[in-house]
């Protein structure tokens, strides 16, 4: 009886031998993917940040106790700021906005002012030329994207602000 003979083991291949110059290739490719992620990332970082710093936080402190006291004395009158808002065509926004006192008569002798605040974006912020039309109503026309926005309206009367309204509005 004949043996069959095994097949010839192939020898196994030596490892690939690691030279300082394949040493450094790896680690140019490692630090170069490194440092080029980080400059894009420090360059959408800069290009993208949108102002919202404090010079002084002990005069934002100050403003802060302003406003809230101007905000106490703002409930003691109890007015009434209602907001419509419309789209005549060509891209365009109309916001209307009548103030009443607390029995329901509309407030004259105000000087308004508004814009639309973009709440992640200082930048897009649309100020807002709100002309009279009596009887405590004002209108006003831009062309503010879709999204959501505050619509901030200040009322002044002799120069000094007595009413400040702000309203999350989503415009479509």
Not at 5 to 15: G, H, Q, V, W
Not at 65 to 83: G, P
Not at 88 to 97: D, L
């Amino acid at each position: 009886m004949a043996r069959a003979s095994a097949p010839a083991a192939t020898p196994p291949k030596a490892p690939r031998e690691l030279t300082g110059r394949a040493v450094l290739a790896i680690l140019l490719a490692f630090f170069g993917v490194v440092i080029g992620v980080n400059v894009i990332m420090a360059r959408f970082a800069v290009t993208t940040f949108a102002g919202v710093e404090t010079e002084s936080s002990y005069k934002a402190g100050l403003a802060f106790t302003a406003e809230h006291q101007a905000a106490e004395r703002q409930a003691a009158m109890h007015w009434k700021v209602d907001v419509s808002l419309g789209s005549p065509g060509g891209g365009a926004r109309e916001v209307n906005i009548v103030v009443r006192d607390a029995n329901g008569k509309p407030l004259t002798n105000l000087v308004a002012d508004g814009e639309l605040a973009h709440p992640t974006d200082a930048r897009r912020d649309v100020a807002l030329d709100l002309e009279p039309l009596g009887d405590g109503r004002y209108r006003a026309r831009t062309q503010a994207g879709a999204g959501q926005w505050d619509l901030v309206i200040d009322f002044a009367q002799g120069g000094e602000r007595v009413f400040r309204s702000k309203n999350r509005v989503q415009l479509p």
